[in-house]
């Protein structure tokens, strides 16, 4: 770590884009039931766990910054809401580089849990390409974001 101040240090806020509340709702769902799933299959949690996911720090890090935000917000949007086509534009705060991590800690998990067939081996099916291009937009807006220095989006 250098001296210099790159503004990791401080609280950042990124705004995802407006989305569905259902879709990120399913989006966190997702995760949650897949991680259930494979806390079900020590042989597949290893697995996952040596892959950097489920277990780690950064993956508990991840879910407190990014995951649990848009549970509680996609939540709260839905309750509120008179129909089931409730829209929300999360907000998620945290340092730069955590929200970074988290970022990209979701993209690669994803990506894993698609490429290596163990969705399809847990039982859980990948999200509908709405909810998977929501998730893909959130993950490039933290990071865009984030890089252009925006502090609300």
Same mark, same amino acid.
């Given at each position: 770590?250098?001296?210099?101040?790159?503004?990791?240090?401080?609280?950042?806020?990124?705004? $995802?884009?407006?989305?569905?509340?259902?879709?990120?709702?399913?989006?966190?769902?997702?995760?949650?039931?897949?991680?259930?799933?494979?806390?079900?299959?020590?042989?597949?949690?290893? =697995?996952?766990?040596?892959?950097?996911?489920?277990?780690? #720090?950064?993956? #508990?890090?991840?879910?407190?910054?990014?995951?649990?935000?848009?549970?509680?917000?996609?939540? /709260?949007?839905?309750?509120?809401?008179?129909?089931?086509?409730?829209?929300?534009?999360?907000? $998620?705060?945290?340092?730069? =580089?955590?929200?970074?991590?988290?970022?990209?800690?979701?993209?690669?998990?994803?990506?894993?849990?698609?490429?290596?067939?163990?969705?399809?081996?847990?039982?859980?099916?990948?999200?509908?390409?709405?909810?998977?291009? $929501?998730?893909?937009?959130? $993950?490039?807006?933290?990071? /865009?974001?984030? #890089?252009?220095?925006? #502090?609300?989006?």
């Amino acid at each position: 770590m250098s001296g210099r101040s790159n503004g990791d240090d401080r609280a950042r806020s990124v705004r $995802l884009p407006e989305g569905s509340a259902a879709a990120y709702a399913a989006w966190v769902s997702f995760v949650s039931l897949s991680e259930e799933r494979l806390r079900k299959r020590p042989s597949l949690l290893r =697995k996952a766990s040596s892959a950097g996911f489920v277990t780690t #720090k950064t993956a #508990k890090i991840a879910h407190r910054v990014l995951l649990g935000p848009l549970a509680q917000q996609a939540g /709260e949007a839905l309750s509120e809401a008179e129909s089931p086509y409730a829209m929300v534009r999360p907000i $998620l705060t945290a340092r730069a =580089k955590v929200l970074e991590e988290a970022a990209s800690y979701f993209d690669e998990w994803g990506t894993w849990l698609a490429e290596t067939g163990i969705a399809d081996e847990i039982g859980v099916p990948l999200p509908d390409p709405e909810i998977s291009a $929501l998730r893909g937009s959130a $993950l490039k807006s933290i990071r /865009e974001q984030l #890089k252009a220095g925006s #502090k609300d989006g």
